[in-house]
Structure formats: structure tokens, C-alpha cells
């Protein structure tokens, strides 16, 4: 089974940086898309980024042009480069593996789930 483990988050202040990544372990990880997904307290969960197996991306309109999301490695670490954080970004980060080629931004189609890194946004 494909293992992830997401590390980079912490407190920042509005305006502020942060990195987030995520770590994949297994079979087949290269063939996979891997994406960002977060959710705040009383709110749904929400697709952030995603870069599929063949290396396109996309992002949620509410981060583009502030985040910016990779692959590096052997393709089983994907980075999420978060600039100009907004209190609307304050959430708990997931790191999420699915078995589809194309990006997406759809939790139902990710089959393996990080446990999450907190990111705190503040005035």
C-alpha cells in the first residue's frame, strides 16, 4: 500500500511563505497523481492542487497565481509552494495518491491519504 506523510507546516502571518511536502512510499507512486487538499474546522474538505501521473497539473481557482505545486525526485515527493497566505488558508494540509493518470481535484477519486500538516494563518 502506498504510504504518505506530509511535514512544512506551522504559524505564519498574513502576506506570509510557507512549503508544505509530501513524502510517498510503494508501488506504482510514479503512475499515480498526487494532490493537496485541505480542510478548516466546520468547513468540507477541498482540492487545493494536484499534478497527475502525466505530469500536468491544476490548481483551485482560489489559490492560483499564490501556490504553486511539483514533483521532485524519482516523482514520489510533491511540494507545495504557498506565497501571500491569506487567513481564508488557515486548514489542516492532507497529501492524497490516486490511480488516474490526469490531475483532478476530486477527493473520491484519491485512494491513500496523509494524515495532514496544520497551516495557521494570522493577522
Known amino acids: 500500500q502506498i504510504k504518505l506523510v506530509e511535514s512544512g507546516g506551522g504559524s505564519v502571518q498574513v502576506g506570509g511563505s510557507l512549503t508544505l511536502s509530501c513524502v510517498a512510499s510503494?508501488?506504482?507512486?510514479?503512475?499515480?497523481?498526487l494532490s493537496w487538499f485541505r480542510q478548516a474546522p466546520g468547513k468540507e474538505r477541498e482540492g487545493v492542487a494536484c499534478v497527475g501521473g502525466d505530469g500536468r497539473s491544476t490548481y483551485a481557482d482560489s489559490v492560483k497565481g499564490r501556490f504553486t505545486v511539483s514533483r521532485t525526485g524519482q516523482k514520489d515527493i510533491i511540494i507545495l509552494q504557498m506565497s501571500n497566505l491569506q487567513s481564508e488558508d488557515t486548514a489542516m494540509y492532507f497529501c492524497?495518491?490516486?490511480?488516474?493518470?490526469?490531475?483532478?481535484?476530486?477527493?473520491?477519486?484519491?485512494?491513500?491519504w496523509g494524515q495532514g500538516t496544520q497551516v495557521t494563518v494570522s493577522s
Open positions: 492524497a495518491a490516486g490511480p488516474y493518470g490526469s490531475p483532478s481535484l476530486d477527493g473520491v477519486e484519491f485512494l491513500y
Open positions: 510503494g508501488y506504482v507512486v510514479s503512475d499515480y497523481s
